[in-house]
Nanobody, 125 residues
Framework: QVQLVESGGGLVQAGGSLRLSCAAS????????RGWFRQAPGKEREFVAA????????YYADSVKGRFTISRDNSKNTVYLQMNSLKPEDTAVYYC??????????????????WGQGTQVTVSS
């Protein structure tokens, strides 16, 4: 059974940092692009960041560019999201996802094949 499991969420003050991890099991995702999305209450799920299968290129939403960094370790089947300079508007449930790395569409949720259950990130002001 394929599973993506996020960890590392929590409560942090504005200006602080968190590092999210997403461990995959059930199959190898070394040839899959990996992405992070988030969803705040009453809002649609939005793209945060994505990384190509080999880590050769990364993509970020404008709202997190320069503050968040996505990375991956294919030997561990894991993707990370380092979040610095957090703001209250970053508060959301964060989801990791995986897609076959062809055809682009890194920012489109409907292009992803596998999803984690989400981890809550709360940033207090």
């Amino acid at each position: 059974q394929v599973q993506l499991v996020e960890s590392g969420g929590g409560l942090v003050q504005a200006g602080g940092s968190l590092r999210l991890s997403c461990a995959a099991s059930g199959r190898t995702f070394s040839n899959y692009a990996r992405g992070w999305f988030r969803q705040a209450p009453g809002k649609e799920r939005e793209f945060v960041a994505a990384i190509m299968w080999n880590g050769g290129r990364t993509y970020y939403a404008d709202s997190v560019k320069g503050r968040f960094t996505i990375s991956r370790d294919n030997s561990k089947n894991t993707v990370y999201l380092q979040m610095n300079s957090l703001k209250p508007e970053d508060t959301a449930v964060y989801y990791c996802a995986a897609k076959n790395d062809y055809g682009g569409g890194y920012a489109a949720p409907n292009r992803y094949d596998y999803w984690g259950q989400g981890t809550q990130v709360t940033v207090s002001s």
